[in-house]
T-cell receptor, first 113, second 112 residues
Framework: KQEVTQIPAALSVPEGENLVLNCSFT??????LQWFRQDPGKGLTSLLL???SQREQTSGRLNASLDKSSGRSTLYIAASQPGDSATYLC????????????WGLGTSLAVNP | NAGVTQTPKFQVLKTGQSMTLQCAQD?????MSWYRQDPGMGLRLIHY???????DQGEVPNGYNVSRSTTEDFPLRLLSAAPSQTSVYFC???????????FGDGTRLSIL
């Protein structure tokens, strides 16, 4: 059974730091993987989607990578800002017929001025 | 472009009451879904729809009904509210079932 793990559950960094958020999964047979951001009291915003055939995706200061062989995806945030403070969740779809999203519990990020 | 709109934003119910959570999207997305989010358990899929007239169960469907009479709307009905249904409910849509999902801001539901 596919499991998605995000460690650490919480992270606090000073403004300006480059940081990496981790997402691990147990079965490498995935269809795609998405990173989301959730602000307190708000819904989720899709940040990046990586297809199984891709190694990385970039959007502005965000870069998401995918390594299926090691069961890992990382979200790199360059030059972090207080506005980046939020919970970041990863979710993946398995390959095959059942393509429902399988969610991690998220990493709560605080960027301190 | 409003995206995904959920109403109400907050609701308090008594055990046994019924209610409907509304979800509407204006992006002409075929795929819509309902999730609940609980501390320590992450997001869990309640029901989903791949198009008007087609719905299916997710992993936690008991106590909830859905219908999809139009592409735009996907209401979630609580038949007889129970305290275990206290949660934050999110509606999401996507153009394709495997594409990026767009979420509403959620409905925070408390059942006493």
């Amino acid at each position: 059974k596919q499991e998605v793990t995000q460690i650490p559950a919480a992270l606090s960094v000073p403004e300006g730091e480059n940081l990496v958020l981790n997402c691990s999964f147990t079965d490498s047979a995935i269809y795609n993987l998405q990173w989301f951001r959730q602000d307190p009291g708000k819904g989720l915003t899709s940040l990046l989607l990586i297809q199984s055939s891709q190694r990385e995706q970039t959007s502005g200061r965000l870069n998401a990578s995918l390594d299926k062989s090691s069961g890992r995806s990382t979200l790199y945030i360059a030059a972090s800002q207080p506005g980046d403070s939020a919970t970041y969740l990863c979710a993946l779809r398995n390959a095959g017929n059942n393509r429902k999203l399988i969610w991690g519990l998220g990493t709560s990020l605080a960027v301190n001025p | 472009n409003a995206g995904v709109t959920q109403t109400p934003k907050f609701q308090v119910l008594k055990t046994g009451q019924s209610m409907t959570l509304q979800c509407a999207q204006d992006m002409n997305h075929e795929y819509m879904s309902w999730y609940r989010q609980d501390p320590g358990m992450g997001l869990r899929l309640i029901h989903y729809s791949v198009g008007a007239g087609i719905t299916d169960q997710g992993e936690v469907p008991n106590g909830y009904n859905v219908s999809r009479s139009t592409t735009e709307d996907f209401p979630l009905r609580l038949l007889s509210a129970a305290p275990s249904q206290t949660s934050v409910y999110f509606c999401a849509s996507s153009l394709q079932g495997t594409g990026p999902q767009h979420f509403g801001d959620g409905t925070r539901l408390s059942i006493l």
